[in-house]
């Protein structure tokens, strides 16, 4: 089964930046599709961003579009969720998973990760 390490979470004030990473633990990342996903308290989790396996491919919701962009470095066996200009409502746990693209979406497989969290605040 394929695991997943997420980082780089943190309690940041309005406006600023994040980079979140997830790891591959146990296998090699490049030959699948890669989403990010959130979780706010008392909400469904959420599709962020999803990377194709080559990294040509990307989509966002449209609620951090122009905020957030996804890459992956294949050699390095890790996936990132560059997050600026961060607001309140971008507070969740953020988990990543196997994710293929269909569409305009991905759709998570596997089992969660223990996720990472953001917390937006002033």
């Known amino acids: 089964q394929l695991r997943f390490v997420e980082s780089g979470g943190g309690l940041v004030q309005p406006g600023v930046s994040l980079r979140l990473s997830c790891a591959a633990s146990?296998?090699?990342?490049?030959?699948?599709?890669i989403g990010w996903f959130r979780q706010a308290p008392g909400k469904e989790r959420e599709r962020v961003s999803c990377?194709?396996?080559?990294?040509?491919?990307?989509n966002y919701a449209d609620s951090v579009k122009g905020r957030f962009t996804i890459s992956r470095d294949n050699a390095k066996n890790t996936v990132y969720l560059q997050m600026n200009s961060l607001k309140p409502e971008d507070t969740a746990v953020y988990y990543c998973a196997s994710a293929p693209i269909i569409g305009r979406v991905c759709v998570p497989r596997g089992s969660w990760g223990q996720g990472t969290q953001v917390t937006v605040s002033s």
């Open positions: 146990g296998f090699t990342l490049d030959a699948y599709a």
């Open positions: 990377i194709s396996s080559s990294g040509g491919t990307t």
